[in-house]
Nanobody
Framework: QVQLVESGGGLVQAGGSLRLSCAASGRTVSSGAMGWFRQAPGKEREFVATISKSGATTYYTNSVKGRFTISRDNAKNTVYLQMNSLNPDDTAVYYC?????????????????WGQGTQVTVSS
């Protein structure tokens, strides 16, 4: 049974930072690509960031480039999303996802396992 557990969400003022963590059990983070997605109220889930199995490739949605950084610590079986310069448009539930494929992808259908999500709220 693969489980992904996100943590690190919360309430932050605009301009602030948060670091989300995604801890995997029943599967090693190093087994495949990992991704972060988010869903704002009344909107569809959208891609945020992805990192390949090797860690050599990362992709970001345009709205977070230069502000968010995805990374992985295979020794801790954890993936992170460092979020800086947050603004109210970043408010959403953030989901961690794991793929069997080693290739980074911005397509949610390419991911096989999902976490329960962690709420991020940015106040203006």
């Amino acid at each position: 049974q693969v489980q992904l557990v996100e943590s690190g969400g919360g309430l932050v003022q605009a301009g602030g930072s948060l670091r989300l963590s995604c801890a995997a059990s029943g599967r090693t983070v190093s087994s495949g690509a990992m991704g972060w997605f988010r869903q704002a109220p009344g909107k569809e889930r959208e891609f945020v960031a992805t990192i390949s199995k090797s860690g050599a490739t990362t992709y970001y949605t345009n709205s977070v480039k230069g502000r968010f950084t995805i990374s992985r610590d295979n020794a801790k079986n954890t993936v992170y999303l460092q979020m800086n310069s947050l603004n109210p448009d970043d408010t959403a539930v953030y989901y961690c996802a794991a793929a069997r494929s080693p290739y980074a992808s911005n397509v949610d259908g390419r991911y096989d396992y999902w976490g329960q999500g962690t709420q991020v709220t940015v106040s203006s």
